[in-house]
């Protein structure tokens, strides 16, 4: 599961890079970038709290 979260998150990443390069190459409108980035945003804030996650002080002390 927390792999499966992993690789989500750093999708979500990628659609808040590539649509900029796209639309400074001129591969696609602003809008579309617009709706991309909203999307990797989305998708990074809800996955990427789940896998990292720092452990708690106690867990480090007992290390």
């Keep these: ?3 499966v979260l ?8 990628l659609l808040t890079i590539i649509p900029s ?3 400074f190459e ?3 409108e602003l809008k579309s970038h617009f709706h991309l980035m909203v999307a990797g945003m ?4 809800a996955t990427a709290p789940f ?3 720092s ?3 106690d867990e480090e002390e007992s290390n």
């Design 6 to 13: 992993i690789i989500v998150s750093f999708i979500g990443l």
């Design 26 to 28: 001129q591969f696609i």
């Design 51 to 53: 896998w990292m996650k």
């Design 1 to 3: 599961m927390k792999k």
């Design 21 to 23: 390069i796209l639309v």
């Design 42 to 45: 989305i998708m990074w804030f």
């Design 55 to 57: 452990k708690s002080l």
